[in-house]
Every structure is written in C-alpha cells, then in structure tokens.
C-alpha cells in the first residue's frame, strides 16, 4: 500500500520539480536591446570605414616610402639634394607615426566595441518577451524606418 501511495505522488512531486518558465521581459527591456543593437551596428559600421581608409592609407604611405628610397641621391650629389632627401624622410617619418597612432586608437576602439557587444549580447540574448510585445514593438520601429 505504501509503494501505491508513493507512485500516486510521484508524479505531483516531479511536476512541482520542473523549472519555471522564464521571466517574460517588458517593452521597454526589448526597446533598450534593440536600440543598443542599433548603436553597436553604427559603431560596427563605422570602424569597418576606419580600418578600410587606414589601410589604404598604410598602402599609400608604403609605396611613397618605396618610391622615395629609389630617388636616394647618390654619395656624389650636391647637399641640397641630401637635405631635401632628408625633409622628405622626415615628412614621411612624421606621417607613418600619426598612421601607427590612428591605428593604435582604432585598436583600443575595437576592443571597446567588442566589450560592449559582448555586454549586450549577455544582457539581451536571453529575453523572452510576448508575440504580442514583440509586435508592437516591431510595429513601433517600422514607424520610424528601423527594422
């Protein structure tokens, strides 16, 4: 008699075991991870244009240093020709400084973005909101031009 008690509670104790449903997040939880989702691509956007104009620039610099270390005067030329070579390696000394700094900065950036996107991703990932919260929403952004 006691095992059919036990196997009539079983079930009641299993139920009340199972983990409940997750916490249903609000409109304004959605709004934020959306809107933060926006800013992230913007940023995302925009240092893809930075590393793009940097590299063309590091590729530009490259070829003037090539071009300008063919144009070396030779140990016989007048000083004027040493000084002015000498300007225009300073010049471009100058310049590769201000491209390693650019590029330093946009490093930090990056890892500043990826920070940031892994913070939201922890924070939004997760959220469960209602098809009905969803929807309007949705709805809400459509009407301003966002998807």
């Known amino acids: ?19 409940p449903p997750p916490k249903t997040s609000t409109k304004d939880e959605l709004r934020s991870c959306l809107a933060e989702q926006d800013t992230l691509q ?14 063309a620039a590091s590729k530009k610099l490259q070829t003037e240093v090539r071009s300008h270390m063919a144009t070396s005067p030779l ?26 700094s650019a590029a330093d900065q946009y490093d930090k950036d990056v890892v500043t973005f990826n920070q940031q996107l892994a913070a939201r991703n922890k924070r939004c990932s997760t959220l469960t909101v209602t098809k009905a919260d969803r929807d309007a929403v949705m709805k ?3 009407a301003v031009g966002k998807k």
Do not use: H
């Open 42 to 55: 913007e940023t995302g956007k925009t240092l893809e244009t930075r590393r793009a104009e940097q590299d």
């Open 75 to 100: 140990p016989n030329a007048p000083e004027d020709a040493f000084t002015a070579f000498r300007a225009k390696t300073k010049d471009l000394e100058a310049r590769k400084e201000t491209l390693d």
């Open 140 to 142: 809400e952004r459509a």
């Open 1 to 19: 008699m006691k095992s059919l008690a036990l196997l009539l509670l079983l079930p009641a104790g299993l139920a009340l075991a199972q983990t």
